[in-house]
């Protein structure tokens, strides 16, 4: 898959909001997760995990930033617009998005990754059969591991849920 310099970029931005679980005190917000989402080359919205804070299971940053671009745009068609998210997408974020229209995915850190830290994402999609949703940007996987391995390190088993 090609993908260019803007959107390293924009990965880039999502892990910046994704390190945002790491400036949470006590309880994290949520977990070490971010999004971005941008339309021709336009920032729309962003997110971050709030699954803890708000006791809202479908709060992941995807969601979050969903919610916010559909109140920007005041629409709830996203077509045309790109989503860059820290991790793979669970299989919620990743419909959710395909409900939105959203044109393309993209992710840094893999569903692997965010299991090696206690997330079950891995687990829901061995429910669903494999097929092409997503693109990786490996060059950014390291920095999104890298906050997630941080995030899991300050928080541990109170971070999950």
Not at 14 to 28: C, E, Q, V, Y
């Amino acid at each position: 898959m090609n993908y260019t310099d803007q959107d390293i970029k924009a990965m880039r931005e999502a892990i910046r909001l994704s390190a945002t679980s790491l400036a949470d005190n006590g309880t994290p917000a949520g977990g070490p997760f971010g999004t971005v989402i941008y339309k021709n080359g336009e920032f729309i919205a962003g997110g971050y995990n709030h699954v803890l804070a708000n006791h809202d299971p479908s709060a992941h940053g995807e969601v979050q930033a969903i919610r916010e671009a559909c109140r920007r745009l005041k629409t709830w068609d996203l077509s045309g617009c790109i989503l860059y998210t820290s991790c793979e997408p669970c299989p919620m974020c990743l419909m959710t998005s395909k409900w939105a229209n959203i044109e393309k995915i993209y992710f840094a850190a893999n569903r692997k990754d965010a299991a090696a830290i206690g997330f079950k994402d891995d687990d829901l999609y061995e429910l669903l059969k494999p097929g092409v949703y997503a693109f990786a940007i490996p060059e950014c996987r390291d920095e999104a591991v890298d906050v997630m391995q941080k995030w899991f390190e300050k928080f541990g088993e109170d971070g999950k849920y």
